[in-house]
């Protein structure tokens, strides 16, 4: 599933590639295709809509600097909006029940 969700996130990234902005037209797409590899992942309607949402308006916000392309910019957005979306803060793990169950989620990407 993540492997899926990875592949299909990266190939939204490369629409963007070679452009020189981010416009609304270029997101448009990019997130079009965002929000289908999140229902793919079995993500709920409703979150994968609200997450685009966000990713949207701060990605047509955002004034892209001359040294980074627009490719890097959305992904930089995207990925801060994911460690929004999976809780935003960092908090250490409380081991305090025998045996401790731990939830591991992330995007791995091997090669």
Not at 72 to 100: C, H, R, S, Y
């Amino acid at each position: 599933m993540f492997d899926n969700l990875s592949d299909r996130l990266e190939k939204s990234f490369k629409l963007l590639k070679g452009q020189g902005k981010i416009t609304e037209i270029n997101v448009a797409e990019t997130l079009k295709d965002i929000r289908r590899a999140l229902l793919d992942a079995d993500v709920n309607f409703k979150i994968a809509k609200k997450f685009t949402d966000d990713v949207k308006v701060k990605a047509l916000g955002q004034d892209v600097l001359s040294a980074v392309k627009p490719g890097q910019m959305m992904v930089k957005i995207v990925k801060d909006e994911l460690a929004q979306l999976m809780g935003g803060t960092f908090t250490d793990i409380k081991l305090e029940n025998k045996p401790a169950v731990i939830l591991m989620v992330g995007v791995a990407r091997f090669g």
